[in-house]
């Protein structure tokens, strides 16, 4: 039901785009995030989207770098990714919380709904 995208090899520095396109699902019930895991680590929070994409929250590893927006007439979510480092290395996964469990983006377990995950790998 979700279909991650847009990932790749890129140079430090560079920028890079992922897509999350969800299918069977009320999109606008959903709030989105992003989560990313690094090799022989475990899955942490990176960003997520509220409903109506008015209110996000950002890792402070990516604050100022990652921007996540959606499109709710397209049922797609978005991580626009810039100054990406080595560290940023890792599987990026979207996922989809209910909006009946409350605004709580960084708690993994209250997301419902997983994509298939997209390598990004920085380096030069």
């Known amino acids: 039901q979700l279909q991650a995208s847009g990932g790749g090899l890129v140079q430090p520095g560079g920028s890079l785009r992922l897509s999350c396109a969800a299918s069977g699902l009320t999109f606008h019930s959903y709030y989105m995030g992003w989560f990313r895991q690094a090799p022989g680590k475990e899955r942490e929070f990176v960003a997520a989207?509220?409903?109506?994409?008015?209110?996000?929250m950002y890792a402070d590893s990516v604050k100022g770098r990652f921007t996540i927006s959606r499109d709710n007439a397209r049922n797609t979510v978005n991580l626009q990714m810039n100054s990406l480092k080595p560290e940023d290395t890792a599987v990026y996964y979207c996922?989809?919380?209910?909006?009946?469990?409350?605004?709580?983006?960084?708690?993994?377990?209250?997301?419902?709904?997983w994509g298939q995950g997209t390598q990004v790998t920085v380096s030069s």
């Open positions: 996922a989809a919380q209910s909006t009946r469990d409350g605004w709580r983006p960084s708690q993994e377990i209250r997301y419902a709904y």
């Open positions: 989207i509220n409903w109506n994409g008015d209110r996000t």
